[in-house]
């Protein structure tokens, strides 16, 4: 058996082409797949998120005034 695939850039047209295909003598088999779109990440679900989530919750987190006071407290000369 073999397969053809078409691209079919005006999705309007994409049902019309099927149909046609359809018609077409020896053609047992005529499948639509639609390019799905991009979904939006939702960082709320990631695990680096509910981990940092975690260390807010349990008091790990710190605040400096500048990237300067931060190296002082890490002792990095810079």
Known sequence: MATI???VPDESLATKVKQACKMILGVTSVKLQ???KPRALDITKTVGFKEA????KH????????VDDLFKEL???V
């Open 5 to 7: 695939v078409l691209q």
């Open 59 to 66: 008091g790990r987190v710190h605040h400096y005034e500048s």
């Open 34 to 36: 639609r390019e799905s």
């Open 75 to 77: 002792d990095i000369h």
């Open 53 to 56: 989530m975690e260390d807010v």
